[in-house]
Nanobody
Framework: QVQLVQSGGGLVQPGGSLSLSCTAP?????????VGWYREAPEKQRDLVAT???????DYADFVKGRFTISRDNGQNTLYLQMNSLKVEDTAVYYC???????????WGQGTQVTVSS
């Protein structure tokens, strides 16, 4: 079992920025795992936002390309999502994900609300 603890998020006006963090405080193998961010808007399915593999490859959903940046600090067991030029439609609960490539197991953070509103 891998515990993931999220922080960040909140309320921001359109065009503003927010950052999210996700830490695996007890993991000793964080650097061997793929990581990602997903989001779930009310009454919608959970969508992939961005992923970052062990090898450093990134993938972004079209709706965030050029605005969001995923990164990681393996020394701190932490995953980040920098969100710029936020839009009202970015409003959702954001979840961090850790994927173990060898076993295909997934672990999730507790979720963080991001609200973009004027």
């Amino acid at each position: 079992q891998v515990q993931l603890v999220q922080s960040g998020g909140g309320l921001v006006q359109p065009g503003g920025s927010l950052s999210l963090s996700c830490t695996a405080p007890e993991s000793t193998l964080f650097r061997f795992y793929d990581v990602g961010w997903y989001r779930e808007a009310p009454e919608k399915q959970r969508d992939l936002v961005a992923t970052l593999t062990v090898g450093g490859d990134t993938d972004y959903a079209d709706f965030v390309k050029g605005r969001f940046t995923i990164s990681r600090d393996n020394g701190q067991n932490t995953l980040y999502l920098q969100m710029n030029s936020l839009k009202v439609e970015d409003t959702a609960v954001y979840y961090c994900n850790l994927h173990i490539p060898t076993t295909h197991r997934d672990f999730w953070g507790q979720g963080t609300q991001v609200t973009v509103s004027s």
